[in-house]
């Protein structure tokens, strides 16, 4: 439900100010952090709920001046593109800063409609979750019903080959009773190949993402290897691994891969084979389960929780003086910060490593602090919303769609491409831009990669040097995608031979923030070589890497040669030793001035042309 505020705000109007726009409502709402927060609890209003978490995670639990000036302007806006769907902004009206943005869209829901008593829409519709704990059956079926029908149902979910393939090494979860114990065992492909045990594995397997943190889990190491294949006492294992087997065994699988159980630690050789395997590791599982919220592998998967929290509402809007509308709709909401709150970056997807585990799996559990989600290469869903999220996102101010990498596809790129030049350009096709994405539909493939390396190099990673490594199952999956796309391409320390020349334009902010306000950022080379300095991984910034607009029209170099040495001889995915790159243009001279403006440090490029004519530049680019 919502509470009266909210209801006399959408439904009367009540509280209204003007916003100086026909295409913006503008309300005052509670007066006070203590009245969101008695809204939240014994209202149990959607809205009030969401915006006292936000208030809490930054701190806010006092009004800053007067009351009815403090809190909230909410602002209603339509966005012509998405017939039916509107926005609801929730701002602190003296810093302007957006706190909470709702999606209120309307007819969507394929529920029951539940009339109320006097005839009209019930406010809130109850949907799960029921229980108090991620660990009820419930949880554990409705996660069983979107796996299978996943599996069963998803064309772009299935494996990439019909011929099923096999990690090194897995994990046997059918318990064998030894003294009342619960035991497990680790089972080897290749000690089972030399017993003339035949297959050693058959039927599914799933894998596991989990933080390793700071506590100390158990290893395969090369003096333990025997002992793990005789049994693994379960209540010794941590907490994750326990609830994941458990979950595991729910679904009826029997093999399970775990990092820290399945590859040998502290022998390099062994890690260098595995890794080169990881695309097929994830690719071929059944499901990854990610323990999405734990910090580390003390904290398992399963939490308790308040179910009425995650119950989304239905409301009813009234549009008039919004656009020359002037009706009542009903509208269902979604908190548009839910993705990125309890997934995108819980700690778990903070971590490199998993990126990729996220990406090369067909499908993944997560295990979120109070509720699980899924998504797989079609859709995604929660518990809050079973029955799919929508994929609607604020960039630049704007509501768009947003294009799920997940996907990897032809359709995402042209999206992506979309996004990043409408963040750049505004009304991109209204300027004559329409060029840049309709153009040469191969780059769209390319446009993927561009957007996962942004991504990417956001994350944290233990081992700076493991940066490409990181990443090579995707692109390993990403030559196997552009192959079928009819390009075949070529690997080159993290970006591609065709279009190699606009991906050379990557750049890494050196400031967070803008003008006067801007921060510098600390950008450095890493102390080990990983990668020549033409590479985005030759780097090591907190802000990731960027990649301009540009596509390959206009550019006025040319790549001659690239040369690079590996560890591993002829395996472009593995570790680099040293490279090169030539690259032939035209060479102008430029001065360059700092100078200091209102906006903050500015540097200033003047070309000069007179100075220096056009002559051919061919400059050998090394470390």
């Not at 399945?262 to 062994?270: A, F, L, S």
Request: glycine share 6%; proline share 4%.
């Amino acid at each position: 439900m919502v509470c009266k505020v909210c209801h006399d705000m959408l439904y009367g109007h009540k509280g209204r100010r003007d916003s100086g726009s026909q295409l913006a409502l503008s309300f005052w709402h509670h007066e006070t952090a203590e009245n969101v927060k008695a809204a939240a609890d014994d209202a149990e209003c959607y809205l009030c709920r969401v915006i006292d978490e936000k208030l809490g995670s930054v701190g806010l639990t006092r009004p800053a001046g007067p009351e009815r000036s403090w809190l909230l302007c909410a602002l209603l806006q339509r966005f012509p593109r998405y017939d039916g769907v509107y926005r609801l902004d929730i701002k602190l009206e003296q810093s302007k800063t957006t706190i909470a943005s709702f999606v209120l869209r309307q007819n969507v829901l394929s529920n029951v409609v539940v009339m109320d008593q006097d005839g009209g829409l019930a406010s809130h519709l109850q949907t799960t979750p029921r229980s108090a704990s991620t660990s009820d059956p419930e949880v554990f079926n409705l996660a069983k019903e979107w796996i299978e029908s996943c599996a069963r149902t998803h064309a772009k979910c299935q494996t990439a080959s019909s011929t099923q393939w096999y990690p090194t090494r897995l994990i046997d979860l059918r318990f064998m009773p030894e003294d009342n114990m619960e035991m497990v065992r680790l089972v080897s492909q290749k000690d089972a190949e030399k017993r003339d045990d035949h297959p050693p594995f058959e039927g599914r397997y799933v894998t596991l993402s989990h933080r390793w943190g700071q506590v100390e889990i158990p290893k395969l190491r090369q003096y333990n290897r025997s002992d793990f294949q005789t049994s693994m006492l379960l209540k010794n294992l941590p907490l994750t691994f326990q609830q994941a087997m458990q979950f595991a065994r729910e679904l009826g699988v029997r093999w399970m891969w775990i990092d820290a159980l399945c590859i040998i630690q502290g022998d390099e050789q062994d890690w260098l084979f595995e890794s080169s395997h990881m695309d097929k590791v994830y690719a071929f599982s059944y499901c990854n389960i990610s323990a999405t919220a734990a910090m580390d592998g003390s904290k398992g998967l399963f939490n308790q929780r308040d179910p009425r929290r995650k119950w989304f509402d239905s409301v009813s809007l009234r549009t008039q003086d919004l656009s020359g509308d002037a009706r009542v709709v009903e509208c269902t909401i979604s908190d548009l910060s839910f993705w990125d709150e309890y997934v995108d970056n819980a700690p778990v997807n903070r971590r490199s490593w998993v990126f990729q585990e996220r990406l090369l799996a067909p499908r993944v559990l997560h295990w979120c602090k109070d509720q699980i989600a899924f998504e797989c290469h079609e859709l995604d869903r929660a518990e809050c919303r079973p029955e799919g999220l929508p994929h609607l996102q604020m960039k630049a101010g704007q509501l768009v769609d947003q294009a799920r990498l997940k996907a990897m596809d032809r359709e995402v790129g042209k999206r992506l491409r979309e996004l990043r030049l409408a963040s750049l350009h505004g009304s991109f096709r209204s300027k004559g831009l329409k060029w840049m994405v309709d153009g040469d539909e191969k780059l769209y493939l390319y446009e993927v990669w561009k957007r996962m390396v942004e991504v990417y190099t956001k994350m944290e990673l233990t081992d700076e040097r493991d940066r490409l490594i990181a990443l090579s199952g995707i692109a390993r999956m990403m030559t196997r995608i552009l192959r079928l796309d009819g390009s075949e391409d070529q690997y080159l320390a993290g970006m591609w031979q065709n279009y190699l020349a606009s991906q050379l334009l990557w750049y890494v902010n050196d400031a967070e923030g803008e003008g006067k306000e801007a921060q510098p950022l600390e950008n450095t080379r890493p102390e080990q070589y990983r990668a020549p300095s033409f590479s985005w991984a030759s780097v090591e910034t907190p802000r990731g890497v960027t990649f301009p607009e540009t596509t390959d029209k206009g550019i006025l170099v040319e790549v001659q040669v690239v040369r690079l040495s590996y560890r591993t001889e002829d395996d472009m995915f593995g570790i680099l030793t040293d490279g090169y790159l030539v690259l032939k243009g035209v060479l102008r001279r430029i001065e360059l001035t700092d100078t200091e403006q209102d906006q903050g440090p500015l540097t200033s490029i003047r070309q000069s042309m007179a100075s220096c004519p056009p002559a051919a530049l061919k400059r050998h680019i090394t470390d």
